[in-house]
């Protein structure tokens, strides 16, 4: 049995990317199909190896989070001297590891470039290696049949015109004379170079957009010029920021989206230990299986998979992710065909691990793979009705036996898996798969104070039968038709049926009518909220309660923290204050922050967004009586970006942003 209750008005909406039009279609075909690709984070930051003093966490962001001066950081240069390096070698490695494009750093936030630049004396041509990384990238990946792809980060701390500065640097770096504008140039000068000189470039992967100065107006004439250069160039959504959002692909960064994004292409960036630049420290690697796990969840939510290694100074890849493109390259050798040129799984959900599909004609094969060995040796595949031609082993050619169980097909898979990490069966059944959708309960929140709707979701093909006594739905319970509006505490509960036979499993879900919190006795409240700050570095929640701030001050908004327009990073901050609820009902908040934040009302904890992350939006609810309530934002800052925004609104009705007139002190 499984239920799932989804916050229909707390939900945030997809980004438009680009991808219906042909000629998309057709630039996108070779990077849908690809699956797996590799990102490459170097330069010299891999020289200090994430040592600066007596810490030992940093990596490609060390100048800005140990503040070392431009003039000091400006000594790796001289330094830099790879003689390991052997772009053949790194290229085969990934070749061997499946992997059919490679993302490598052009240049980082540094501003320093690994490529041969007529704009800049900061780049590869002055140090003493004095050879063109990314040439020889560029040239082995051709020769490979490698997809080369190029990253290059907007945001430049070393680039004289680029603005913002961070606060610290003010003193070693004025911003007497900087011009933006022309900055601009320069950025799309070196864009020009690095898709002129060196042959068919696959993506270009922008990152660093974030801060105030760069937005839509810089960003559209930057993805046009690329696709003027290269029509045929893909290039991310982080060329702009803001809306309308601009690129081909999403880019979720450090964690799988629980269900993929719907209707967008994306693809999950993320490091094999805990930096994207070397640190000689971390060794907090993820296993072989977690990788080759996350290879098989991505594929299975229709994503890609740009699985990141930071070498070393000397230009080789650390020991530990060698060992583990090894192991990758190892089920991809017999797996590949269950990954490349798949889409994502029919199923919503499967007890034992995950699947992806590939139509072929006037049959379809499900490439099942299987986390976790059925002891029985009956591996159920639940809600189907596509009759089955056959199943067998991939990696072996070996033909199972199939039976069906009602709306179930069960393969006999036999007592033992041949890959403990992941097995896959191969299931081919006649025409497109036709999958029985356990319906899903729709409501804007778990409990209610007066009277609530609830809809009910499922797939097409099917009636949806329902309960609203907490009995299981039979083939005489009512056919859902129309939202289902409830006034006291109520168990709906559903299922698919065709005609009299139940073939999805029963989801359920459970309303509670409460009594609303009372408002609190206070009157004579003053604009804004009491707001304090904090500075130091967490990576969650510290307890404010127990430190001391370094200002206070009354805040009429949630704005983050700023010095000259930038977010200022290791930093935490506490709202505090009455929120004034005009009747008595369930309300809704959608707490947004980078990195984290928790909201509480009357003293208990409503939305919990804790942690290092970036822009995420958390939601919950809680029922209110009229009159102000206390209320209580928490958040912290660690680096990069900064957000923080509270959305609230009665159950039912849209949600609007916390403002002025609904606060007080």
């Not at 942690?611 to 912290?636: C, D, N, Q, T, Y």
Request: charged share 20%; glycine share 8%.
């Amino acid at each position: 049995m499984r239920w799932l209750l989804s916050l229909l008005l707390l939900s945030m909406s997809l980004s438009t990317i680009a991808q219906g039009d042909s000629n998309t279609t057709q630039r996108m075909d070779w990077w849908r199909k690809a699956r797996l690709g590799m990102f490459i984070h170097w330069g010299l930051y891999s020289i200090p190896a994430g040592k600066w003093g007596d810490n030992t966490n940093y990596a490609e962001w060390i100048r800005n989070e140990a503040h070392i001066p431009v003039r000091e950081y400006e000594k790796f240069r001289d330094q830099f001297n790879p003689v390991d390096f052997d772009a053949e070698k790194w290229v085969k490695m990934a070749k061997d590891a499946g992997m059919k494009y490679i993302v490598i750093t052009t240049k980082h936030h540094d501003g320093f470039c690994n490529f041969d630049s007529k704009y800049t004396d900061w780049d590869i041509m002055h140090t003493p290696f004095h050879r063109d990384i990314m040439k020889e990238m560029a040239d082995a990946c051709h020769k490979e049949g490698i997809q080369i792809c190029w990253y290059h980060s907007i945001m430049d701390w070393h680039e004289p015109d680029y603005l913002p500065r961070r606060d610290w640097e003010l003193k070693d770096r004025p911003v007497d004379g900087a011009n933006f504008v022309r900055y601009v140039q320069h950025l799309r000068n070196q864009v020009t170079e690095l898709l002129m000189n060196y042959g068919q470039i696959g993506v270009m992967w922008f990152d660093g957009q974030w801060e105030q100065t760069w937005n839509a107006k810089y960003g559209q004439p930057l993805y046009d010029l690329c696709r003027k250069l290269q029509p045929n160039v893909i290039v991310n959504n982080r060329v702009s920021s803001g809306e309308p959002e601009i690129g081909d692909f999403s880019t979720p960064e450090q964690y799988i989206p629980p269900t993929g994004l719907s209707g967008v292409s994306w693809e999950t960036c993320m490091t094999m230990n805990d930096h994207w630049g070397y640190n000689a420290y971390d060794k907090d690697w993820k296993s072989p299986a977690m990788l080759i796990r996350n290879i098989i969840d991505i594929a299975s939510k229709g994503g890609n998979y740009l699985l990141n290694i930071g070498p070393m100074s000397n230009g080789e890849f650390p020991p530990e992710a060698v060992q583990r493109l090894k192991a990758i390259g190892d089920y991809m050798r017999v797996n590949g065909d269950a990954i490349y040129d798949t889409s994502a799984s029919v199923f919503d959900q499967l007890p034992w691990g995950r699947s992806t599909t590939r139509r072929n004609g006037a049959t379809t094969a499900l490439y099942l793979h299987v986390f976790d060995w059925p002891a029985t040796g009956r591996l159920v595949v639940p809600s189907i009705g596509n009759r089955a031609e056959k199943a067998e082993l991939l990696a072996t050619g070996e033909r199972l036996e199939i039976d069906r169980d009602g709306s179930d097909l069960v393969i006999h898979v036999g007592a033992a898996a041949l890959d403990p990490i992941s097995t896959t069966v191969v299931l081919t059944v006649e025409g497109e798969p036709v999958i029985y959708k356990t319906p899903i309960i729709l409501a804007p929140s778990p409990i209610l104070v007066s009277s609530m709707s609830v809809s009910l979701d499922g797939g097409t093909g099917q009636d949806i039968r329902y309960t609203t006594d907490g009995a299981d739905p039979t083939s005489s319970s009512s056919v859902y038709s129309s939202p289902i509006s409830i006034a006291d505490t109520t168990t709906v509960k559903a299922a698919a049926f065709r005609g009299a036979d139940r073939v999805s499993a029963i989801s359920a879900a459970t309303f509670q009518k409460v009594t609303p919190k009372p408002a609190s006795e206070v009157h004579g409240l003053k604009p804004g909220m009491s707001c304090n700050e904090y500075h130091g570095k967490w990576r969650i929640m510290p307890d404010f309660a127990a430190m001391t701030a370094s200002r206070s001050f009354v805040a009429n908004s949630l704005t983050v923290p700023t010095v000259g327009n930038v977010p200022e990073e290791f930093v935490g901050r506490t709202y505090s204050g009455y929120i004034r609820v005009p009747a008595d009902e369930v309300y809704n908040y959608a707490l947004t922050s980078d990195d984290g934040s928790r909201l509480l009302i009357d003293g208990e904890v409503v939305v919990d967004n804790d942690g290092l992350h970036s822009e995420s939006m958390k939601s919950g609810s809680v029922a209110l009586a009229k009159g102000p309530h206390k209320i209580r934002i928490e958040w912290f800052n660690n680096s990069g970006g900064a957000a923080l925004d509270l959305k609230w609104g009665k159950i039912g009705e849209m949600l609007h942003n916390l403002a002025a007139k609904d606060v007080g002190h």
